[in-house]
């Protein structure tokens, strides 16, 4: 995501690279660039003239210091309104009631039933809440047997009232199951609508005042750009929304709506959607992404989303394993298995400061570990558990099992086998010498 605005953006600072000092001409060319820029990914006109505005008059009233270049200043100055015009900062949900009430809305096809078992995940995964899902889309066909197979998937329950079609009477049964069962969060997922059908806009507005939420989200998909922030305001002023949740943001998005929809509707971004995986969900911090947008990456997000991917009692066995030398196959495929958790490959490597822009055209499968995991599932249990004895006769039988060829199961072996001296050496050794023994080492990530 972004990496047309990045690419563009830098562009527009390197117009004052060389330069002295900012003046009102140097300044006016280069916002005249970054003006281009955000409207071409689809930035609301009146946001970006506004935007460009107020960096104009921060420019133009600072002194630039000797040890600092006029275009590193322009970059910082862009970076503290690019953050504040996102909302300057992450907005947490309102879940004091018992239940806590969250209602889902949105246009159809925004994957808000998606999001909507995304979010219990994270409810359940991170803050350890006990969360209820409830279908309350009675008109899409199939809609109640999809919010049952997301519910299944991130194991919550699902309440529903198969036949009915009165969507308060199905919300406040489930509110009364909630407060009986002891479940502390119910998220009432909704029928996609639109903004000009005026039926369904009232329905929706009277199910608000039934259940009386603490958090009304509305779910946009960020790929409609300008279209998502016209829709936004329109929801905005019949329901009165609480927050926005961008999905889709993994996607070929120009980032319009992102840059947009905080200063056109005035509510905060709550939460992005970065994939299709149920993992696939982050807390909006405004300053995060607007490093990703100027290229600085986002080491945070990426290390609290391997976070939640670590078990503590797991990685203490594991490190008394890779101790005593005994790292093996099954271990490997449970840290690819983590990994795969954590998100899309190319978004997690676009969070490493200056990897977005040199992986820009790169091709980067999420399928990427499929040939390893065949390679290692075609061994035996004791192939896997001792890897040592894998000589010539067995590779040629792994490659033919996993579809592969021996020269793939060759890389495979002696990689693994240098990954396990590394980390035997990260738990054994102190950095010198794990640093000049990395430096001796060869070859680089697996390419199949």
Known sequence: MFENL?????????????????????????????RRALLDADVNYKVAKTFTDTVKQKAMGMNVLT??????????????????????????????SHPAIILMSGLQG??????????????????????LLVACDVYRPAAIEQLKVVGQTVGVDVYTEEG???VVEIAQNAIRKAKQESYNVVIVDTAGRLAVDEQMMQEIKNLKDAIQPDETLFVVDSMTGQDAVNT???????????????????????????????????????????????????????????????GMGDVVSLVERAQMQFDEEEAKKL?????????????????????????????????????????????????????????????????????DIINQSRRLRIAKGSGTKIEDVNRLMKQFDQTRKMMKMVTGMDRSKMAAAMKNMKGGTPKF
């Not at 929304?241 to 980032?255: A, H, P, W």
């Not at 990427?368 to 390679?375: D, V």
């Open 67 to 96: 040890a600092i270049k006029p275009s590193q200043l322009m970059v910082k100055i862009v970076h503290d309104e690019l953050t504040e015009l996102m909302g300057g900062k992450a907005t947490e949900l309102k879940l004091e």
């Open 319 to 387: 490190e008394k394993k890779i101790r005593k030398n005994k790292f093996d196959f099954d271990d490997f495929m449970n840290q690819i298995q983590q990994i795969k958790k954590m998100g899309n490959l190319k978004d997690l490597a676009g969070m490493l400061p200056g990897v977005g822009k040199a992986i820009k055209d790169v091709d980067i499968d999420d399928n990427a570990f499929k040939s390893i995991e065949a390679i290692i599932q075609s061994m035996t249990p004791k192939e896997r558990q001792n890897p």
């Open 232 to 294: 936004a305001k329109e929801f905005n002023d019949r329901l009165d929304f609480d927050g926005v949740v961008l999905t889709k943001l993994d996607g070929d998005t120009r980032g319009g709506a992102a840059l947009s929809i905080r200063t056109v509707v005035t509510k905060p971004i709550k939460f992005v959607g970065t994939g299709e995986k149920m993992e696939a969900i982050d807390v909006f911090h405004p300053e995060r992404m607007a490093d990703r947008i100027l």
């Open 110 to 131: 925004s994957g808000k039933t998606t999001f909507t078992g995304k979010l219990a995940n994270l409810l359940k995964t991170r803050q350890h809440k006990k969360p």
């Open 164 to 166: 009915n079609k009165n």
């Open 6 to 34: 990045s690419e563009r953006l830098e562009r527009s600072f390197k117009i004052l690279k060389g330069e002295g000092k900012i003046t009102e001409i140097n300044v006016a060319e280069t916002l005249k660039d970054v």
